[in-house]
């Protein structure tokens, strides 16, 4: 992480999915790593002690913010040669930083083909991550749901097709991703893709969004309240009648 991180980078966010590991940064960029000698207990869904204590983190690709909401992207560092690795690294830091590019959340998705990410101005971004030979490509942007507002949950459904959003002004945000059946690489799913978005409001801060196996509700949390979330009529039902403090 040294390689990276320092005076002009620092580290603000991560989530990490299997193998892969998501880091974003006071930037605006994200880093996307992979765990060498990632193991998992077979039917458990994690790893043993053993393989978290001798994983190394392998930086795999830099996500940087480019002119207004543009996404650029470095090659696929897996492979690479140390000195081509530096200079992508240094070539990828912006020139100037703003204190609305911070990243505040990063997600990646249970399928490890998407990632969400939002910044402290409230803009939330959702890209493919894209392989060795398929490149990244961003999926769709969130410009004004959410802005000027701080983003406090993201959450996946567990198909790996369905995006939430909460902030801390009640906004909920659910962006369904259908990716084109006919395409036979995940890059071609993603740029026929047919995104929709929906946007409701809680009472309260959201401070927890989860996911339903059945990927037909979310769990919507707030301080005082609970609330299922129907993703079928986007109806709210109450979970409990009395208002919980904290």
């Not at 978290?52 to 696929?76: M, V, W």
């Not at 959450?155 to 909920?172: A, L, N, P």
């Not at 005082?224 to 009648?241: E, R």
Request: charged residues 20%; hydrophobic residues 35%; contains cysteine.
């Amino acid at each position: 992480l040294s390689k990276v991180s320092g005076a002009h980078v620092r580290f603000t966010c991560l989530d990490a999915f299997g193998d892969r590991v998501a880091m974003g940064a006071n930037t605006g960029s994200m880093y996307l790593y992979r765990r060498a000698n990632f193991q998992a207990v077979p039917g458990s869904g994690t790893e043993t002690k053993e393989a978290c204590a001798e994983s190394r983190l392998h930086l795999i690709r830099i996500f940087y913010k480019q002119d207004g909401e543009n996404l650029g992207f470095t090659p696929n560092f897996e492979g690479s040669l140390s000195s081509m690795y530096g200079k992508l690294v240094r070539q990828a830091r912006p020139a100037s930083v703003q204190e609305g590019d911070a990243l505040v959340g990063v997600k990646l998705s249970p399928l490890g083909d998407m990632c969400a990410t939002a910044n402290k101005r409230g803009l939330v971004s959702i890209f493919s991550l894209g392989g060795k030979r398929d490149a990244p490509l961003k999926v769709t942007v969130i410009p004004e749901a959410h802005r000027g507002e701080v983003v406090t949950a993201i959450e996946w459904s567990c198909d790996g097709r369905s995006c939430f959003i909460g902030d801390g002004k009640g906004t909920v945000t659910v962006t369904t991703i259908k990716c084109a059946s006919g395409s036979k690489n995940s890059a071609s799913q993603h740029a026929e893709a047919d995104v929709t978005s929906v946007t409701l409001k809680v009472a309260g801060p959201v401070v927890q969004l989860s996911a339903c196996p059945d990927n037909d509700l979310v769990l919507v949390s707030t301080r005082a309240s609970s609330f299922l979330l129907c993703l079928k009529t986007f109806v709210f039902s109450n979970v409990g009648s009395k208002p919980r403090d904290g």
